[in-house]
């Protein structure tokens, strides 16, 4: 049976509502948006102002040092995914442990930069936030830590306690504080802290350091020594399983309940009674229950109670009997009127082996994806949670991942990051990834060609042309010709390429010469995209060679465009001024044949340009252009007659 969520509480918005209509919502990858509707409300009316109201943003993304832990797990997670599918998951164990102790330490070095970062910061409110969000790493790598232990390291009987106690002795670091504290005093025996500090030691399981600190107060009291010596007996040869050593299980065993019954002996025979601080202890290490819950304020959690109590009554205890004693470890602790934490039902799940009740309450709990998201992709790497698909299509881990990368595309520069984590989604990571790429503001031509070059990549053709297109009108409209030219020919638009050429045009005509000559310049096959461009391109190339005085191969060139029709009508008139040097030229540059074509595109001109209407002012200004055309075609038509009259002669 499907669990049911819990309904949340509504939460009120302050000034909302001003025109009393119902409020409509937007979810965003980052946040929430509530606004006023057209639609009148039914019910009371209620004062407000006419505003959008931000409910929620994920401020995570925006701490300069969250994203540096965004930054480097995204290196360690695009490594995990070029691990070979084809190698047993069994040989790839240890390199799962180790991606995910890499993780770990991506978490614990961002948590000692907040705990400087709050230690030097002058504003509280920073400070409080810095706060926070330590502890809510503290929290995500004491899960992730138990959840290695548990599932990726899967220790057996014997080594994993030694993992637990690894894994609580990381969390319960105060130990080491005030031992130290203690140490360095210049009374240590006479210390507050002294037995609490021993004491702290005996739940960890770090006999060799507690030996060291009772040593102070046995050199003190020598009248007590033989007790000291007995309790440093104890210390010295409890058992630990040695999971690379020789022994076997069973034989750790055997040797553990000596030490046991030896301890018990030593509590049934009073051997501690002169002093009461080492008889608790003595309790403690039987497996006195009630001994240890004494010590509640110094265990503080219920899973180090457990641990605890696992060490010193229940050293072997395998993987599937854990939940037992975690079950009853947080009812002992937490008492029957104490309701559980929600990291404590997060902790108990994952005691429970209940991977994915681990992964809910956790998205729930959390304020943000990045957890759950990693944590369940390495979990599928490790073949943990293949049973577990949703019902709309996507299995947990791309669900996850797809949810962590649409609130990375949010910001201005972790937006690149999800990129890959989309590319690592096979079933929808390629339309999350074109519907976040068409959202992305392209501020600046840097940030576009970046854009760009991702869809090109990936061959999101649409996507290519979208940005383009978008790129070539912004670049028009700030007058950036070649920019824009460039932009539309990326985006192989030839309506926008006949519209920037033609501004081209109109900018030459205005201004008597061209801009951007290396773009003009290198167009190459590029200009064979439009007509108009085409025309551009060689009409460019035609005052390249006049520059290079190469006037015949221009002569053709020019004659050509209008001949086959590659010009405009509108350029003919321009066309034909810039034949007018040509033509004056002391050698004959145009035959005659081409001198006659020349006339002939002048008269279609002329009979055209009678149907126009132009003022006075223009009518006489063509009217002197025609006329200096025409004289200096018929000069050139007879040079031309009377050359190649001679060369046949």
């Known amino acids: 049976m499907e669990e049911v969520d819990v309904v949340p509480e509504p939460t009120l918005i302050p000034g909302a509502g001003y025109h009393q209509t119902h409020l409509g919502f937007e979810w965003g990858p980052g946040d929430l948006l509530v606004y006023e509707t057209h639609y009148k409300l039914k019910g009371p009316r209620s004062a407000g102002s006419p505003f959008v109201h ?39 164990k240890s390199q799962f442990v180790s991606i995910s102790k890499n993780y770990r330490s991506v978490i614990r070095a961002c948590m000692e930069e907040l705990q400087q970062g709050a230690v030097l910061t002058q504003d509280k409110s920073l400070a409080s936030q810095y706060g926070d969000q330590v502890s809510i790493l503290l929290a995500i790598e004491l899960i992730w830590n138990l959840c290695e232990v548990l599932f990726i390291d899967a220790a057996p009987a014997g080594t994993l306690l030694l993992h637990l106690l690894d894994w609580v002795r990381l969390h319960k670091s105060d130990v080491d504080t005030r031992a130290r504290e203690v140490l360095q005093s210049d009374s240590p025996t006479q210390h507050h802290s002294y037995w609490d500090v021993v004491i702290s030691l005996v739940l960890q399981g770090r006999m060799d350091e507690a030996r ?3 040593s102070k107060q046995a050199s003190m ?38 030490w046991h ?15 009461p601080h080492l008889e608790a202890i003595c309790k403690i290490m039987v497996g006195d229950e009630d001994a240890l819950l004494e010590h509640r304020e110094l265990l503080s959690t219920w899973y180090h109670f457990l641990v605890t109590r696992l060490l010193f009554s229940h050293p072997t205890v395998k993987p599937p009997d854990l939940h037992y004693y975690a079950q009853s470890s947080m009812s002992m602790f937490l008492g ?57 299509g996507s299995n947990l881990r791309e669900f996850l991942v797809l949810e962590y990368a649409s609130g990375l595309f949010t ?3 972790l937006w690149q990051l999800a990129v890959d984590y989309f590319d690592h989604c096979p079933e929808f990571g390629r339309v999350y990834l074109e519907l976040q790429i068409e959202r992305i503001p392209l501020d600046t031509e840097r940030k576009a060609v970046k854009v760009l070059r991702i869809c090109e990549d990936r061959q999101m053709t649409e996507q290519v042309r979208s ?8 670049s028009l409209r700030n007058n950036r010709l070649g920019s824009a030219l460039s932009w539309s020919i990326r985006a192989k638009d030839a309506a926008l390429a006949t519209l920037i050429s033609e501004r081209f045009l109109q900018d030459y005509k205005n201004k008597g010469s061209f801009t951007d000559l290396d773009l003009l310049d290198n167009l190459g096959s590029a200009m064979l995209l439009s007509d108009r461009l085409t025309f551009l391109g060689k009409y460019r190339e035609f005052h390249r060679l006049y520059g290079e005085k190469r006037f015949s191969d221009a002569a053709k060139l020019l004659l050509s465009l209008m001949t086959a029709n590659i010009a405009p009508r509108s350029m003919w008139m321009t066309l034909l001024i810039d034949a007018l040097p040509l033509l004056e030229q002391r050698e004959v540059i145009f035959s005659v044949e081409q001198t006659y074509e020349l006339m002939s595109c002048l008269e279609e001109l002329t009979s055209r340009s009678k149907d126009s209407q132009q003022t006075a002012q223009e009518d006489d200004i063509e009217s002197t252009k025609i006329e200096l055309l025409r004289l200096a075609l018929a000069r050139n038509l007879a040079m031309a007659i009377v050359k190649e009259g001679t060369i046949e002669t």
């Open 54 to 92: 931000v409910v929620r943003k994920d401020e995570d993304n925006c701490s300069p040092i969250l994203r540096k832990l965004f930054n480097e797990s995204h290196h360690i997670f695009v490594g995990l995914q070029k691990i070979e599918e084809d190698a047993p998951s069994k040989n790839k």
């Open 467 to 474: 940005i383009c297109k978008i790129m070539a009108k912004r």
């Open 411 to 413: 910001h201005h520069s």
């Open 336 to 392: 029957p009127r104490a309701s559980p934490e929600p990291l404590d039902t997060i902790v108990l799940s994952a005691f429970e082996f209940d991977l994915h009740q681990v992964i809910k309450d956790s998205s729930f709990v959390l304020n943000n994806w990045w957890f759950v998201a990693h944590l369940t992709d390495l979990l599928d790497h490790c073949k943990l949670l293949q049973s577990h698909n949703l019902d709309f």
């Open 261 to 275: 019954e030896e301890c018990d002996r030593c509590l049934q025979d009073n051997t501690f009674a002169s002093n």
């Open 221 to 258: 009291r020598p009248e007590s020594n033989s007790v000291f010596k007995r309790m440093d007996t104890l210390f010295q040869s409890m058992p630990i399983f040695n999971p690379t050593g020789t022994q076997t299980l069973a034989e750790f065993d055997v040797k553990w309940r000596h």
């Open 212 to 214: 060291q600190v009772l």
